[in-house]
């Protein structure tokens, strides 16, 4: 219950493309959904967070697009470019009193843009 | 600010031996996590604390210790090391409250043979 299920494992797309990465819960009371960017030879880097009261959240060409009743939410990168290429995390976490700020990680997706 | 540091980068570790991995974060965070990646798995939380002398479990703890005695350091201690600790680790570190981010350090790259 405590799993976050990602998928695809990779995935190949062209410039412009938009690549769509999906998550999914079991765990109703995670209610912080963030989404980490790892270069390689980097360490993860936050990209983009929402909660569970928002169905979309938009930063730059990144959406996040959440769906409560179906404990799913999913990663779009519009107009994808070559330095889009990297591997993507969802993650879930518990906030609330005695919050320990423990993430839950997805097992990554590695994204390929081609010129 | 140099943000989260680990050291050392590489490292081949012979089974049997032990050896520590050291993480410093110099944002004055309260909360910082050990993390190990193997390919297709994602992150797993090692060891967690969520400041100076607390410390608690992980989902994959085994075959590993830390200590918490500075704000600053977290460092990861592997004893006996086994080939299933190669894996590469990652030290992060977040403000305490809702929401904060967790800034990851660059990794060690750890292999045992």
């Known amino acids: 219950q405590q799993q976050v299920k990602q998928s695809p494992q990779s995935l190949i797309v062209q410039k412009g493309g938009i690549p769509i990465i999906n998550c999914a819960y079991e765990?109703?009371?995670?209610?912080?959904f963030p989404w980490y960017q790892q270069f390689p030879g980097k360490g993860p880097a936050l990209l983009i967070a929402?909660?569970?009261?928002?169905s979309e959240k938009k930063e730059g060409r990144f959406t996040i697009s959440f769906n409560k009743s179906a404990k799913q939410f999913s990663l779009h990168i519009m107009d994808s470019q070559p330095g889009d290429s990297a591997t993507y995390f969802c993650?879930?976490?518990?906030?609330?009193?005695?919050?320990?700020?423990?993430?839950?990680f997805g097992q990554g997706t590695t994204l390929q843009v081609k010129p | 600010n140099a943000g989260v540091t680990q050291t050392p980068k590489f490292h081949i570790l012979k089974i049997g031996q032990s050896m520590t991995l050291q993480c410093t974060q110099d944002?004055?965070?309260?909360?910082m996590y050990w993390y190990r990646q193997d390919p297709g798995m994602g992150l797993k939380l090692i060891y967690y604390?969520?400041?100076?002398?607390?410390?608690d479990k992980g989902e994959v703890p085994n075959g590993y210790n830390v200590s918490r005695s500075t704000t600053e350091d977290f460092p990861l201690r592997l004893e006996l090391a086994a080939p299933s600790q190669t894996s590469v680790y990652f030290c992060?570190?977040?403000?305490?409250?809702?929401?904060?981010?967790?800034?990851f350090g660059p990794g060690t790259r750890l292999t045992v043979t």
């Open positions: 604390s969520v400041g100076a002398g607390i410390t």
């Open positions: 944002m004055n965070h309260n909360y």
């Open positions: 929402i909660r569970p009261d928002v």
């Open positions: 992060a570190s977040r403000w305490a409250g809702v929401d904060y981010e967790q800034y």
């Open positions: 765990n109703t009371a995670f209610d912080y």
């Open positions: 993650a879930a976490s518990i906030s609330g009193s005695g919050n320990t700020g423990k993430l839950i």
